[in-house]
């Protein structure tokens, strides 16, 4: 049965860190006339028949025939509206995920969309789209940088029905711009197929791979009684006192990038959408690294941008995870490295690519990721 092939395979990358990060993916399964799809904020990794929400194909069809506001708010309210509305009865208490509308309109039974760093390292690049087609060929669609959402959906529909008419069939990988990759075939096997082909094409590439086989973390209350511990602990307190909870990263790799401001360019800012719901579009690098200089520049930086940093780069220390929960904190640092992974990647392909401060406003702004991150960083 489809719904028992879904769960399968949401798990099976769910539960693989190369693929799946907190909440990021998502995956669906339809026949002619129903859609089921990952509801927004649930785990790939715990996957089971009920995070599914069960989605009525033909209500979906019907938003593509309105006209919506040209303001941003309003038409993503009109098109919410509509997806809510396109539930089956029953499902009432679910949400979908918000790349409903492009899983219903890929012609395949199972559509998986993931959200790799080695992906990643292509479409967060310079050189992206030029090296996707170095690679794949006409075999993939290039879908150029794009508020996720109704836009995203109608600029990929565009490039489907253009994919289609050119080759006579339908684009089975679709890659977004600093977002990811979409994957459809008619069974889960043939979707493992693809992606393996995609990881190995892409790996073959990658001239240098991050290490973090020496990570270590520490949390509130963790022991070290040298110096430079005793300085650590300091700073994770202050950070927990104005925020709720810190936890303090470090690593040969994290080392290279907190030497000075210059080193920490390649991730001083958001690669993707999931990059800002769980670490935050504006990471702190500040040269003191004193807890109560720490403190007055994270206090600083959240009044210049108007949001509270959930990563705090120290120069010649580390990087500190800040949030209201250590599970958010965590999470926080879980997406930095992340991060650290894409910029490393993307070396093989120009040089990172950061989202637009117009595309990171967006995200910052819009409810279907406030959502998203209040339901999974509980």
Avoid at 157 to 170: F, I, L
Avoid at 199 to 209: E, P
Avoid at 252 to 269: G, M
């Amino acid at each position: 049965m489809g719904i028992e092939a879904l769960v399968e395979i949401s798990r099976f990358y769910g539960g693989n860190p190369d693929y799946v990060l907190a909440g990021g993916g998502n995956t669906s399964w339809k026949d002619k006339d129903t859609l089921y799809i990952k509801a927004s904020g649930s785990s790939l990794a715990e996957a089971a028949a009920d995070s599914f929400v069960k989605m009525d194909r033909n209500a979906l069809a019907l938003i593509w025939e309105k006209e919506y506001p040209p303001s941003s708010a309003e038409r993503e309210s009109a098109v919410l509206a509509g997806i809510m509305n396109a539930r089956s009865a029953g499902e009432e208490s679910k949400r979908p995920s918000v790349e409903v509308l492009l899983h219903d309109i890929m012609p395949f039974s199972f559509v998986v969309h993931l959200h790799p760093a080695l992906v990643n390292g292509l479409t967060c690049s310079q050189r992206g789209e030029e090296a996707m087609r170095e690679i794949f060929g006409e075999k993939a669609i290039w879908i150029p940088s794009t508020n996720p959402g109704y836009v995203l959906s109608k600029k990929a529909k565009t490039a489907m029905d253009a994919y289609s008419v050119a080759h006579n069939g339908a684009a089975a990988v679709i890659f977004l711009q600093n977002h990811g990759v979409f994957v459809g075939d008619n069974g889960a096997e043939g979707i493992k197929e693809k992606y393996d082909e995609i990881m190995q094409k892409i790996g073959a590439c990658i001239k240098r791979r991050p290490d973090f086989s020496d990570e270590k973390r520490r949390l509130i209350g963790d022991q070290d009684d040298s110096r430079t511990g005793a300085v650590i602990g300091e700073i994770i307190k202050a950070l927990a006192e104005l925020a709720g909870a810190a936890i303090f990263l470090h690593s040969r790799e994290i080392t290279s990038l907190v030497k000075d401001r210059a080193s920490f360019a390649p991730v001083s800012s958001a690669f993707t959408p999931d990059h800002i719901v769980y670490s935050g579009s504006d990471p702190l690098f500040t040269g003191t690294n004193t807890a109560a200089g720490i403190r007055d520049a994270w206090k600083s930086h959240a009044e210049k941008t108007g949001r509270k940093a959930k990563i705090a780069a120290a120069r010649g220390l580390g990087v500190f995870g800040v949030a209201a929960t250590e599970k958010a904190a965590s999470l926080a640092l879980d997406l930095f490295i992340d991060s650290v992974k894409v910029a490393a990647y993307s070396e093989s392909f120009g040089g990172p690519r950061f989202m637009t401060r117009d595309e990171i406003d967006f995200i910052n702004n819009w409810e279907a990721e406030r959502f998203r991150t209040s339901v999974s960083v509980r």
